[in-house]
């Protein structure tokens, strides 16, 4: 058995999976709410409402809430993403209840004191600037503004410096109240539990939540519009580049072959691209691969930090491995090794009850049914040299390269020019 699903009387999901090997239990309180829901007036109104729900509520002040957890030797976090939010907490089995009640009071009883708002706006406006000074960084969110321009998925998700100075209190409770509801809420838990009264224990902290409907977004609906390149001027040793496009969303199959596609190209120390631009040409400590899948799109990146005199080299160096990748494919050699690592990394990666409950909670807010572990495997292993080679010649297209820059110098222009070679 995987998992178990039930619903409580208000519509909310808990996904549950009993692992009595461990001594733990991770739990998850999952909304479907992010950066690509805020308007521009409130970017950053889902970040900045994560770093709130610690600081206090109705029941508990937040020692209160930090030494309840922590007290018995518990840990617990939050994150914010495009399209979610996720509050968690790690704790021994037996504290399950506890944990259930200190998270369910975050997200229904929040005090959201004006001080405390002041207080953490000056933090969030810090943590944008302390984002800003690190172009290895910085330099995705300028990817997203160049590949999603105007539209929310492009917003950052903390926010401006402006959009955060703009966001009050009474806002700040209106977005519980419209994106906080019971439609939108997944319950994930995996660990020790005991399946009998799991149910019972989420009801009476839960049940509470209202009903009203689920959250929309403006859906991306625009074609590639490339090749496009975004030059940041700033005096740094290293050149810092992202490049890429569109791909496909989550529920794509698509997004398989791609899968193994990045880790071929970039995504390992195997790599194409590691070999290639680290290994044999000494052009960038770091070069690697990765992907994005939203509900309606997607994006794959290739980041490289080079020095400035050899940006140009480098990036024509990748190039040219994408155009290898698109006109003739991977080996069979690289196929194996990619899929066994690929399916070695997910199945690793989920010993760990935590990296389950964020996987499971995930996989449930946004599918109607899930697809199970040995399913993606399947579908992993099921991936042949034709799919691979077929994504890349899709996606590896002149007008779908978007190219983003921080470093001293670079020619806008040239850089557009090599990208538009693919």
Same mark, same amino acid.
């Given at each position: ?15 549950y999976?009993?692992m009595?090997?461990?001594h ?49 030797g ?10 979610a939010?996720?509050?968690w ?34 933090v ?52 519980i ?40 977004f ?24 992202v490049?890429?496009?569109l791909?496909?969303d ?17 995504g ?27 509900q ?6 290739i ?5 400035? $005199?050899?940006? %140009? #080299?480098?990036? @024509?160096?990748?190039? &040219?491995?994408m =155009?290898?990748?698109? +006109? ?40 109607k ?5 040995? $399913?993606?495997? %399947? #579908?992993?292993? @099921?991936?042949?040299? &034709?799919?691979? =080679?077929?994504i890349? +010649?899709e ?17 806008e ?10």
């Open positions: 058995m995987e998992w178990q699903e039930i619903k409580i009387k208000n519509g909310i999901r808990i996904m999976k009993v009595p090997e461990f733990s239990v991770s739990t998850g309180i999952w909304i479907k709410t992010g950066s690509r829901f805020e308007t521009e007036k409130i970017s950053g109104i889902s970040h900045f409402l994560e770093h709130l729900l610690f600081k206090g509520t109705k029941k508990r002040n937040y020692r209160q809430i930090k030494e309840a957890i922590e007290g018995v518990g840990t617990f976090n939050g994150f914010t993403s495009e399209e939010t996720c509050y907490i790690k704790i021994l089995g037996e504290y399950i209840e506890l944990c259930l009640d200190v998270l369910s009071d975050m997200i229904q009883n929040p005090l959201l004191k004006e001080k405390d708002i002041e207080k953490e706006r000056n969030i406006t810090e943590e944008i600037n302390m984002y800003r000074d690190i172009p290895a960084r910085y330099v995705f969110e300028l990817f997203d503004e160049i590949l999603y321009g105007g539209h929310p998925l492009g917003q950052p998700i903390t926010g401006t410096v402006e959009s955060i100075s703009r966001i009050r209190r009474e806002d700040m409770f209106q977005y109240r419209d994106f906080y509801t019971a439609e939108n809420v997944v319950v994930s838990i995996a660990g020790n539990i005991n399946e009998k009264t799991i149910e019972k224990i989420i009801d009476k902290y839960l049940s509470s939540v209202k009903n009203r409907q689920e959250n929309t403006i859906l991306w609906e625009r074609k590639p519009s490339g090749p496009k390149t975004k030059v940041l001027y700033r005096k740094t040793e290293q050149t810092h580049i490049m890429g496009g791909a496909p989550r529920f794509d199959s698509k997004r398989y072959p791609l899968t193994v596609l990045n880790t071929i190209l970039a390992n120390m195997s790599s194409r691209l590691f070999n290639r631009i680290r290994e044999s040409m000494g052009l960038a400590y770091a070069i690697k691969g990765m992907t994005k899948h939203y309606d799109t997607g994006a794959y990146l980041y490289a930090g080079v020095s400035p $005199e050899k940006t %140009e #080299k480098a990036t @024509s160096a990748i190039i &040219e491995e =155009k290898k990748m698109k +006109e003739k494919g991977p080996t069979q050699n690289e196929m194996k090794r990619a899929k066994k690592f690929i399916v070695s990394q997910i199945l690793m990666g989920l010993e760990d009850n935590l990296e389950y409950m964020l996987w499971m909670g995930e996989e449930r807010l946004f599918r049914k899930l697809i199970t572990i040995q $399913e993606t495997v %399947e #579908k992993i292993n @099921s991936v042949v040299a &034709e799919d691979v =080679k077929g890349a +010649e996606l590896f297209r002149p007008e779908n390269m978007y190219l983003s820059l921080i470093g001293p110098s670079a020619d222009e040239k850089m557009t020019k090599i990208i538009s070679g693919i």
